[in-house]
């Protein structure tokens, strides 16, 4: 996701400011280090001189980190920002040798005067007070919108506080030896606070040129890896996280995750966790970092779940075959498990065909599960056809209400409701009453009343008992539907 305008328009103008407090301060002190001919100032007009290269640079860099991605730069192009906070630590490492050079110079071979004034010690306390005004703008934006450029250079305008500060120092020494006349070793205080600058650029360009690598060679940040994968193994149906890549480019973050979910779930359900892991992922990374932008790849991998069941293992072998299993019974025999199933194969198929289909099937099944020694299935081929039928229940009023009693006696009294009969299109309409005959291929769907707290195994026994209780008295009935339902809830009448 890309910043907003107002988030993009906010880092060009902290990156923009930057600039414009860089150009000041280097003209500064370049005029008062020429006239003082004070190394100290000279090395800060230096470091300043580069801080202008730098800000520059990081302006260019949040500009092109901005652009969406496009075919060129599928990832977009944040990394544009890491490759400028790099550049800028070679910079200042350049910097401070040179610095620390003309340092030794002084210190060995005593050259230079400095020529101790007001105005040193105002450019010194002018470019403290501008460097704490831009670094503390710098971080604020950012912090907000993730930017490490923008990060970079606070940083380094940070330091330039320090460095001041010790310049300043070396200049006092330097002018307190003159009017107090002190050790004249002392006048090289100011080639010593140089070397002091040094250092603390030095110390400032290593450390963020290891950010900068760490983030340009995908380094993971901190330990948010192993924090989202112990996120998501305490999510459901997540078997196994395998692994978790996490790098930065830019104010962007990329995470890849790979886990194992149980086989026997839908396609839609593998979605639904896509989505879960997808936001988890997300919700863990901002709370490592809230500003992050964040970009996740999942990638769900089956496996045979602890929970999976032997109906299950029928059922997902069963589609990996490309053929449909139900009416799955499982028994136990002197320890050992059965399973007979119905088997829906490809319609144009053969006996023999099928038959190898079974086979087949049944053999995966045997070597899944070490506890099963018998396999029987059932083949049939599925009707697609879409029947045409007749709705003649009003021609058959007493057979219906005859059906509902025997469904009562079953179910309990007032149970049956919402019976339909109806009969092939083309067939004449033969009213009769509850004998055999009135049954001649005829659909029976009756809806039932059951209490709602019993279990839903038993109820399927009583529905089974209320279908064999029918075609006892009716032998020719086709096909015959038992919906059974709980009482309705007086809250949800009309």
């Excluded at 906070?85 to 340092?103: I, N, P, Q």
């Excluded at 194992?260 to 593998?270: E, G, N, V, W, Y």
Aim: with cysteine.
């Amino acid at each position: 996701m890309s910043l907003s305008k107002s988030a993009q328009r906010e880092k060009t103008m902290a990156a923009l400011s930057s600039v414009l407090a860089a150009v000041g301060l280097t003209g500064l002190k370049i005029l008062v280090a020429t006239l003082t001919g004070s190394l100290g100032i000279m090395a800060e007009a230096a470091h300043s001189g580069l801080d202008l290269v730098a800000a520059l640079l990081t302006f260019f860099a949040v500009r092109v980190a901005d652009r969406p991605a496009d075919a060129n730069h599928n990832y977009g192009h944040g990394k544009v920002e890491n490759l400028s906070a790099f550049l800028e630590a070679l910079l200042l490492l350049g910097t401070a040798g040179w610095v620390s050079y003309e340092a030794a110079r002084r210190l060995l071979y005593h050259e230079g005067h400095v020529d101790v004034s007001i105005w040193a010690f105002v450019v010194m306390l002018v470019s403290i007070v501008v460097d704490v005004t831009r670094s503390r703008v710098l971080l604020r934006v950012a912090k907000k919108l993730g930017s490490q450029a923008l990060e970079a250079d606070a940083l380094h305008f940070s330091t330039d506080i320090w460095s001041s500060v010790v310049v300043i120092f070396g200049l006092l020494v330097v002018y307190l030896t003159d009017l107090l006349h002190l050790p004249a070793w002392l006048v090289q205080a100011d080639a010593i606070a140089a070397f002091g600058v040094s250092g603390i650029v030095i110390w400032v360009s290593l450390r963020l040129a290891r950010e900068t690598i760490d983030a340009l060679m995908d380094h993971s940040p901190g330990g948010l890896a192993s924090q989202i994968q112990q996120r998501l193994t305490a999510l459901e149906n997540v078997v196994e996280v395998r692994r978790v890549r996490v790098r930065r480019a830019g104010n962007k973050c990329f995470a890849d995750v790979i886990i194992s979910a149980p086989r026997t779930l839908t396609f839609d359900q593998i979605h639904t966790l896509s989505d879960l892991i997808e936001n988890e992922t997300i919700a863990e990374a901002r709370s490592f970092s809230e500003t992050e932008d964040i970009d996740v790849v999942v990638h769900v991998e089956p496996v045979a779940s602890p929970r999976e069941t032997v109906t299950d293992q029928i059922h997902y072998l069963a589609e990996h075959h490309g053929v449909h299993a139900h009416h799955i019974h499982v028994r136990e025999v002197a320890g050992k498990l059965e399973a007979d199933f119905d088997l829906e194969v490809q319609a144009d198929m053969n006996l023999e065909q099928a038959h190898a289909v079974a086979t087949h099937l049944e053999q995966a099944i045997l070597q899944s599960n070490k506890r099963l020694r018998r396999v029987t299935t059932h083949l049939e081929a599925p009707d697609e056809n879409i029947v045409q039928r007749q709705d003649v229940t009003d021609h058959y009023g007493e057979m219906a209400a005859h059906m509902c009693r025997i469904a009562d006696g079953i179910a309990g009294v007032g149970s049956a409701h919402d019976i339909h009969l109806y009969r092939p299109s083309k067939q004449t309409v033969e009213a009769g009453g509850h004998g055999t005959n009135g049954a001649h291929e005829l659909d029976l769907v009756l809806h039932t009343i059951f209490d709602a707290n019993a279990p839903l195994s038993q109820v399927h026994v009583d529905a089974e008992k209320i279908k064999r209780s029918l075609r006892r008295s009716y032998p020719n009935l086709n096909t015959v539907i038992i919906h059974t339902e709980p009482p309705e809830n007086p809250f949800f009448r009309s």
